[in-house]
């Protein structure tokens, strides 16, 4: 449900794909809702009793309380899924392009957590935020109003070459490492899942790179027609 949740989160969604985003979002209610509702019977010591305990203690109206939890749940899953489970296959699929990178990487696994970085950089999971103007200002010369919608292209700001010299070559020993990008935002909302997300994308990549040295991608990956949560939706590999 997630995967269709996230049209909702698109630039230009078309009238399917917000149908979709639709469906799911009433589906992902009534799981959460229900979720909420039995964990209330019982609490415990899991994410979600911790946050109704918080929750109530903040907010006394109850179904208002509730309301909150079901959004946080929601956003956080999506946030977490939409994400994390494109990394690999999208790192997989950039180094089988990038052989010599590849060899680099097989021939020095420990810069992992380089190519971990550099991935990020090269074709980060998410391409675009959002922003709304607190206020009337200028960014660069262009004149923004109050309650503007900014679209942040994160994927163009992490192939600035002001930022990042040659930045259409895939490099391994770029230096920098996670100054050079903006994959998780940055900011006040900047991603707070972040460093999970880099633990489980370096653990992921070192055991591939160690457990199958033959490792090849047989053919170009299924993209999800999707721009904000980029999404694979199948990457065929060999190993031999
Ligand atoms: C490779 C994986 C991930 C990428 C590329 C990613 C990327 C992003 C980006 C670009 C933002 C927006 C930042 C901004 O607008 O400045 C964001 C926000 C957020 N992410 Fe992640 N994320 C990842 C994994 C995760 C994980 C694992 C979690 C939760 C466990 C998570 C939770 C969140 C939340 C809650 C926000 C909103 C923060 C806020 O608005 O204050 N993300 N992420």
């Not at 420990?110 to 998410?126: H, N």
């Amino acid at each position: 449900m997630t995967h269709g949740q996230a049209y909702a989160q698109e630039l230009l969604p078309s009238a399917s794909q917000l149908a979709i985003a639709n469906a799911a979002t009433l589906g992902l209610r009534e799981y959460f809702t229900g979720l909420i509702a039995e964990r209330r019977t019982t609490l415990g010591d899991d994410v979600l009793s911790g946050w109704i305990r918080t929750w109530d203690e903040l907010e006394p109206d109850r179904d208002a309380a509730d309301e909150t939890l079901y959004y946080l749940a929601m956003f956080i899953v999506i946030a977490a899924l939409e994400t994390t489970s494109t990394v690999l296959s999208s790192m997989i699929w950039t180094l089988d392009q990038h052989p010599d990178q590849l060899a680099l990487l097989r021939r020095n696994p420990d810069l992992v957590s380089q190519a971990v970085e550099e991935a990020l950089r090269y074709d980060p999971p998410v391409h675009v935020t959002t922003r709304a103007a607190g206020e009337d200002m200028e960014l660069r010369g262009v004149p923004i109003s109050r309650d503007q919608l900014i679209h942040i292209m994160i994927a163009s700001a992490n192939h600035d070459p002001a930022r990042n010299e040659d930045p259409g070559t895939f490099d391994l020993r770029r230096q920098g490492g996670r100054l050079t990008h903006l994959a998780f935002g940055g900011g006040i909302h900047y991603c707070i899942g972040a460093g999970l997300a880099r633990l489980e994308a370096n653990l992921l990549l070192d055991r591939v790179v160690r457990r199958f040295p033959t490792l090849r991608v047989s053919a170009p990956p299924e993209w999800e027609p999707r721009v904000a949560f980029r999404r694979v939706r199948a990457l065929h590999v060999v190993d031999r």
